[in-house]
């Protein structure tokens, strides 16, 4: 009888182990997904991430290195402003902020 005991403790401290577990990594999942939806999960476009939220769309390449060229954005190789980062680019058309998010992240990440 007391093995059964013993047994039967040991899965119950599995069991709550194993929920621990899970909740750890449902929160880990929500954090992921809330980083994932906000704008610049990683920090890198700085304060050019919140004026991205507020510029008019659709708008080209040209009309926001005229508006926010000068903003730094975090490289591999240090800052750049936009203005460099979107220079070998040709002028395109964006619809969002998501786009124009993606582009810069596509090409500090080259």
Same mark, same amino acid.
């Given at each position: ?7 039967q403790d040991e899965n ?18 929500? @954090?992921? /997904?809330?980083? #994932?939806?906000? %704008? ?6 700085? &304060?050019?991430? *919140?004026? !991205? ?7 080209? @390449?040209? /009309?926001?290195? #005229?508006?926010? %060229?000068d903003y730094e954005i975090?490289?591999? &190789?240090?800052? *750049?402003? !936009? ?28």
């Amino acid at each position: 009888m007391p093995d059964d005991k013993r047994s039967q403790d040991e899965n119950e401290d599995d069991e709550q182990r194993q929920q621990s577990e899970r909740r750890k990594e449902e929160v880990r999942d929500r @954090t992921n /997904e809330d980083r #994932a939806m906000s %704008g610049d999960p990683g920090g890198r476009l700085g &304060d050019l991430d *919140e004026a !991205l939220q507020t510029q008019n769309y659709p708008t080209t @390449t040209d /009309e926001l290195v #005229a508006a926010y %060229g000068d903003y730094e954005i975090e490289t591999q &190789d240090g800052t *750049e402003s !936009l203005e460099e980062v979107l220079a070998p680019t040709d002028n395109q058309t964006y619809d969002s902020a998501d786009d124009v998010r993606n582009r810069i992240l596509g090409l500090i990440h080259r």
